[in-house]
C-alpha cells in the first residue's frame, strides 16, 4: 500500500509536468529517485529519454546539469580545466611576495581556480542536482571507464588537490540511442530501462497533453498515421518529437483533420531522410486511406533539390 502510494506520487509528480509515463518508466524513475542509482534509458531517437532527466528535475525542484557526449569527449571537457590565466595572473600579482616560488605555485591548485565541467558541477552542487548523462554510447570507450568511479563512489579524484567526494549523490540519468553496445560495467551499475515508440493510445495523450490546441480529429489520425510510419522500412523512422513537431505545426494552420496536399507539403518536418520522404510520397494516398483519409487523387509536389 505504501509502495503504491509511493509510486502513485512520482506518476503525479510526472504528469504534473506534462509527461504521459507508463508503470516501467514510473517505477524506474521512483527507485531512480529513491536509491540514488543511475538510471540508464536506452531506445529510438525521439521517444522522450532526454525529458524524462528534464521532468525530474522540474519535479524535484533541482538544477538539470547535462553532459552531450560525442566522440572525442575526455575529462578535461566532462570534469574539470583549470583556469590558466586566473593562475598566470595570480602569479604575477604574487611575484614580488617574500614566498619562495614552490609556496606561491602551491596557491593556484586550489577549488577557485578550477573550470568546473558537469561531472564536477554535479559532484559539487549545493543541492542534488540531475545530472544527465546524453548519448553515452556516442563518446569512446575509454570515457565509459572513467565515469566509472563516479558511478560507483560519486568521487573524482584531481592529482593537485585529491579525491572531491559528493556530500549528497546526485540524481544519474544516461541516455543511449544504442549507437555501439555499451560496457557491462556501466550497465552493472545502473538501473536499465527501455524506452519503444509509443502505442497509440499512448501517443496520442502525449499529443493532447503537449499540443492541448489541437483538434481531436486530427490528433486521432496524426497518431494513426505514425503508427503505420513505424511499421515501413525507413532509413530514419520518425519518433514522438516528430509528431508534436507535425501537430503543432497542423494545429498552427489551423487544420482538423489531415489534409491530403498539405500533408505532402509538411513531410520534412517528419522524415529527415530524402528516400524517406519519396518513398511515402509514392504511397501516400494508400497510407492516408487507411488511417481513414480519402484521398484517391493527390497532387504531386516534386522533391526539392
Known amino acids: ?36 542509482k543511475p538510471l540508464l534509458i536506452e531506445g529510438p531517437a525521439g521517444v522522450g529519454k532526454t525529458e524524462i532527466a528534464k521532468v525530474m528535475a522540474r519535479a524535484l525542484g533541482t538544477d538539470l546539469i547535462r553532459l552531450q557526449c560525442y566522440e572525442g569527449l575526455d575529462a578535461n571537457m566532462a570534469l574539470y580545466e583549470w583556469n590558466y590565466q586566473r ?18 605555485e602551491a596557491t593556484i591548485f586550489g577549488e577557485e581556480f578550477l573550470l568546473k565541467r558537469p561531472l564536477l558541477q ?3 552542487h549545493a543541492k542534488p542536482p540531475v545530472l544527465l548523462i546524453d548519448e553515452l554510447d556516442r563518446a569512446d570507450e575509454e570515457f565509459e571507464a572513467f565515469l566509472l568511479e563516479i558511478l560507483s563512489e560519486w568521487q573524482i579524484t584531481i592529482p593537485e588537490i585529491g579525491s572531491i567526494k559528493a556530500k549528497e549523490p546526485p540524481y544519474v540519468i544516461l541516455t543511449g540511442n544504442r549507437t555501439r ?11 536499465y530501462l527501455w524506452i ?24 486521432s489520425q496524426l497518431c494513426r498515421f505514425m503508427e503505420l510510419m513505424r511499421e515501413q522500412k525507413l532509413e530514419k523512422v520518425p519518433g514522438v518529437a516528430e509528431t508534436l513537431d507535425w501537430g503543432k505545426a497542423l494545429a ?14 509538411t513531410l520534412g518536418l517528419v522524415f529527415k531522410d530524402r528516400n524517406d520522404v519519396r518513398q511515402v510520397k509514392e504511397s501516400l494516398a494508400s497510407f492516408l486511406e487507411r488511417v481513414g483519409v480519402q484521398a484517391k487523387e493527390i497532387p504531386t509536389i516534386p522533391d526539392a533539390e
Open 181 to 191: 553496445e555499451l560496457s557491462d560495467a556501466v550497465r552493472r551499475r545502473c538501473f
Open 196 to 219: 519503444d515508440y509509443p502505442e497509440y493510445d499512448k501517443e496520442l495523450a502525449i499529443v493532447k497533453s503537449k499540443v492541448p490546441e489541437i483538434d481531436g480529429n486530427l490528433a
Open 122 to 124: 554535479a559532484l559539487t
Open 1 to 36: 500500500m505504501i509502495q503504491n502510494a509511493q509510486l502513485e506520487r512520482v506518476q503525479n509528480l510526472l504528469e504534473a509536468q506534462d509527461y504521459v509515463a507508463d508503470r516501467s518508466i514510473v517505477m524506474s524513475v521512483y527507485l531512480a529517485m529513491t536509491l540514488h
Open 252 to 265: 498552427a494552420l489551423h487544420q482538423d483533420h489531415l489534409d491530403p496536399e498539405l500533408v505532402q507539403e
Open 87 to 104: 593562475q598566470l595572473l595570480h602569479l604575477k600579482i604574487d611575484e614580488n611576495s617574500t614566498r619562495t616560488l614552490e609556496e606561491r
